[in-house]
């Protein structure tokens, strides 16, 4: 009994000791700002994963050691704060506003990293979850209702056309009125590189924007202001668009890879009403010989007509299609009573929505792949990104691959370097695009849309045999065949355009002391383009007689920008409250242009496209007369400086300048002053 009591007693006591070891402290947290109730705070006693949050009133209560140690409190925004606990049984705690994380930093002029408040210009920064896994090709399009005061329209509709970006109005009635695009601080073309006219299909051609991937994106700024792009001369007078890529964080840690596979409808926004009581003709009759207005018969008062196409005034296409006589053995077609009354009925009436009928529902697949991560000192970032897109044109296709690296290592204390490279392959293929008429084409060229959608309300579209099966030509409603029918044009006339790129930037950083820093970047921007005009012979009599016989035009262009830019940053501060940096940097750009082609006409078999094909053979384009050959080279050397004097953080005195010497104008002239200042 005793040897029992002993061991009870013993067990109570050793009890008692581990619940002396432990006690329960509380208080509350609040913003040493205005004294308000902090809820959410982070408490962790220091060295241990033990913590708790606080309560909606921030109030907290938490279990620590009998005695001694170190409550850790932090919160998004606020200073993070180390308490020792001591023998306190209640510890109340007021955080203060953490004045560097809530500094925003943007990038602006030359790649520089400035706290916003020191701008005396509007910057707006989208970032990557605002631009990544979008149905957009074009970086152009993804940043549309996303940048306030910024208007981004598409030339067209269809699956990649260019893109219009205008940022502070039109300059310009003659000239490019499109803003400077730099990524990773090196100039990107985003030129269209149209060889033909808006009236010759010009339409389809890409803005170059499109080359970027979207997922390799960490943020894009644009710089709106006047002073804002100073630092960039006249290449900057439409406003700046800087995009930065990803490298790499600085944190350590593993490889991280992420897989994204989405995918979109592509469908036309939206269609005209159709009335369904008229169909094709004028003064409410329906001609023998079909007429493209919508001002015929009611489809009440005459509810049979003859088929089109076998009243025809073209005989080879009656004869195509004996199909559409009663009795093929004996004349059909729009001679007289009797060769009309051989003619099949056709069923006067309002067809199924043209647009409906003609355009569908494409499918866009988008699958990216990133690895990202750190190894000491490098932070790295690999993508591969690859799109197909269907346009809700029939015919009009994409396909884009993109590779991006990116790197950013602090070799030593003093010596950093940041590189980036990007290639991307885009093949396009769409039908032209140009004005027409609802009686044929504006030029040359038939027009895609007009054909559609001044299609009469009787004309079933989706289900009228649209190629001779003779000759493979066009074959529509019209008595001369005078209209292109849109499904053949679609199927036999294309635009194509296979671009390759390769864009890198490389930055080279070293802190010559604590004060004074120089830095030195080298980019290369090039890409080749082939662009390719394809029209089969056979479009009809409405179509320019050059391009009827068929066409063929290929143009091969070079773009190359080598960029150069060494800069010395100084940054000293006089006191708590003055502060003075200052940028001098000298630039060297280089730009070299090259596109040669030939354009040819008559082809002589149908859907071959090779000039050996052709009658006739030039340097000059067919459909607009213009030279295809055309060779360009400029070159521009600036000097620029920047020297912002800071007041207790919050007044900011801008002073900037940007000198050109360029190779474009007279040697007299070649000297031109950007000046700036804000405030």
Not at 14 to 40: F, H, M, N, W
Not at 118 to 147: C, F, H, M, W
Not at 200 to 215: A, E, F, K, Q, V
Not at 414 to 424: C, G, L, T
């Amino acid at each position: 009994m005793r040897k029992f009591l002993q061991v009870f007693f013993s067990f109570l006591f050793a009890a008692s000791s581990v619940l002396a070891q432990e006690r329960v402290i509380s208080g509350k947290v609040t913003s040493e700002e205005d004294g308000t109730p902090l809820p959410g705070v982070n408490i962790v006693l220091q060295g241990t994963t033990n913590g708790t949050v606080t309560d909606s009133d921030g109030n907290y209560r938490l279990s620590v050691p009998a005695s001694g140690g170190t409550l850790v409190l932090s919160f998004i925004g606020l200073r993070t704060q180390e308490v020792p606990i001591g023998d306190q049984s209640v510890v109340s705690v007021s955080l203060s506003l953490d004045v560097q994380q809530l500094t925003e930093v943007v990038v602006t002029a030359q790649g520089i990293q400035q706290d916003k408040r020191a701008l005396g210009y509007a910057v707006t920064t989208v970032g990557t979850e605002q631009i990544a896994n979008r149905p957009e090709a074009d970086i152009s399009r993804v940043l549309q209702g996303k940048i306030p005061g910024v208007n981004i329209t598409s030339t067209s509709g269809v699956t990649g056309s260019g893109t219009n970006i205008i940022i502070r109005g039109y300059s310009s009635i003659t000239g490019s009125n499109q803003p400077l695009f730099v990524v990773d601080g090196v100039p990107y073309n985003s030129g269209t590189n149209s060889v033909t006219g808006f009236a010759d299909g010009g339409l389809t051609t890409s803005s170059r924007m499109m080359d970027l991937d979207p997922n390799s994106i960490e943020s894009v700024s644009v710089l709106k202001g006047l002073s804002a792009t100073v630092l960039y001369g006249d290449q900057g007078r439409n406003g700046v668009i800087l995009v930065t890529t990803k490298t790499g964080g600085k944190v350590a840690k593993g490889a991280e890879v992420t897989v994204t596979q989405s995918y979109f409808r592509n469908t036309i926004a939206s269609l005209p009403d159709y009335q369904n009581n008229y169909g094709g003709g004028f003064q409410q009759d329906t001609p023998i010989s079909w007429f493209y207005s919508n001002w015929g018969a009611n489809f009440a008062d005459v509810p049979i007509v003859k088929h089109p196409i076998g009243v025809s005034s073209v005989a080879s296409i009656r004869n195509a299609f004996p199909e559409f006589a009663i009795d093929p053995n004996l004349p059909w077609g729009p001679t007289n009573a009797t060769t009309v009354a051989n003619v099949v009925d056709y069923e006067n009436k309002a067809y199924p929505n043209i647009g409906e009928s003609f355009f569908r529902k494409g499918n866009v697949y988008n699958t990216s792949v990133q690895i990202s991560g750190s190894a000491g000192n490098t932070g790295y970032s690999a993508s591969v990104g690859y799109q197909t897109e269907e346009g809700f044109t029939p015919y009009n296709d994409q396909q884009k691959i993109n590779f991006g690296l990116g790197v950013n290592s602090a070799v030593t204390k003093k010596f950093n370097i940041k590189s980036s490279f990007q290639y991307s392959n885009t093949d396009l293929t769409s039908p032209p695009l140009n004005p027409g008429f609802g009686s044929g084409p504006n030029a040359g060229v038939p027009s895609t849309y007009a054909n559609v959608m001044y299609t009469p309300r009787n004309v079933d579209l989706g289900g009228m045999p649209f190629e001779n099966p003779v000759d493979r030509s066009s074959v529509y409603y019209r008595g001369g065949n005078d209209i292109t029918n849109p499904n053949w044009l679609v199927k036999y006339y294309a635009n194509t355009s296979v671009v390759n790129r390769f864009f890198t930037s490389t930055s080279f950083g070293y802190d010559i002391t604590d004060k004074l820093s120089v830095s030195y970047r080298l980019g290369l921007d090039t890409y080749s383009e082939v662009q390719e005009v394809k029209y089969n012979k056979g479009g009809g009599a409405g179509v320019n007689v050059n391009v009827q016989g068929g066409v063929y035009n290929s143009t091969s262009i070079t773009n190359t920008i080598w960029n150069h830019d060494l800069m010395l940053n100084y940054r000293t501060e006089f006191n708590e409250d003055l502060a003075l940096s200052v940028l001098v940097g000298a630039n060297n750009r280089y730009d070299t242009y090259q596109r040669f082609g030939l354009s040819s006409q008559g082809q002589v078999a149908f859907g071959l496209f090779n000039h050996s094909n052709f009658g006739t053979t030039s340097s000059r384009n067919v459909l607009s007369g213009g030279r295809m050959n055309y060779e360009s080279e400029q070159r521009r050397i600036g000097v620029y400086g920047n020297a912002t004097l800071e007041y207790k953080d919050y007044l900011y005195l801008n002073l900037l300048a940007r000198n050109d010497w360029t190779s474009t104008v007279e040697e007299e002239n070649r000297r031109i002053l950007y000046p700036g200042a804000s405030l």
